[in-house]
């Protein structure tokens, strides 16, 4: 009963604060580059929409901490465990992929993979790390 107090407040705060992301109508980008800065071509990126689905508040819950990653559009931002990132989500080779620039630079949830994506679930596959799990915050907490 604890852990869902926890995660209800953890999805109001994030509903009160707007997520900090400024919606396409107030200057936000409609889409973004994957390119590394080095010149070097990298994945192959395409300008597909990304799925609906993945758009709102996520949360993943390890012992001990919890993972907030926010999508609107394109711009997503990872906070928890310590760490506070910010990037863009892009489709590589068809699929979802999550590119952050972190505080800490030792942080290694940095790239990670979109799968089994529904209205309600994620899991996201970090290179390097290992995979979070998360749940949408409309499938946690209804009538909010």
Same mark, same amino acid.
């Given at each position: ?18 997520? /900090?992301?400024?919606?396409?109508? &107030? /200057?936000?980008?409609? @889409? ?6 080095? !010149?070097?071509?990298?994945?192959? @990126? ?9 758009? !709102?508040?996520?949360?993943?819950? @390890? ?16 906070? !928890? !465990? ?9 489709? &590589? ?22 799968? /089994?994506?529904? &209205? ?6 970090? &290179? /390097?790390?290992?995979?979070? @799990? ?11």
């Amino acid at each position: 009963m604890k852990r869902m107090s926890t995660v209800m407040a953890v999805f109001v705060t994030l509903g009160l604060a707007g997520c /900090g992301f400024p919606s396409a109508a &107030e /200057g936000a980008p409609a @889409s973004s580059s994957s390119t590394p800065a080095t !010149g070097e071509p990298g994945p192959r @990126s395409t300008t597909d929409e990304i799925d609906s689905a993945l758009n !709102g508040s996520w949360a993943a819950f @390890s012992p001990g901490s919890t993972l907030v990653l926010n999508v609107v559009g394109r711009r997503v931002e990872l906070s !928890g !465990g310590g760490q506070r990132c910010e990037g863009t989500v892009a489709k &590589e080779d068809g699929i979802p992929t999550i590119r952050l620039r972190c505080d800490d630079p030792r942080a290694r949830r940095t790239v990670g993979k979109v799968w /089994g994506l529904t &209205e309600k679930t994620m899991t996201v596959d970090w &290179e /390097g790390y290992g995979a979070d @799990s998360f749940r949408h915050a409309s499938g946690t907490v209804s009538g909010v």
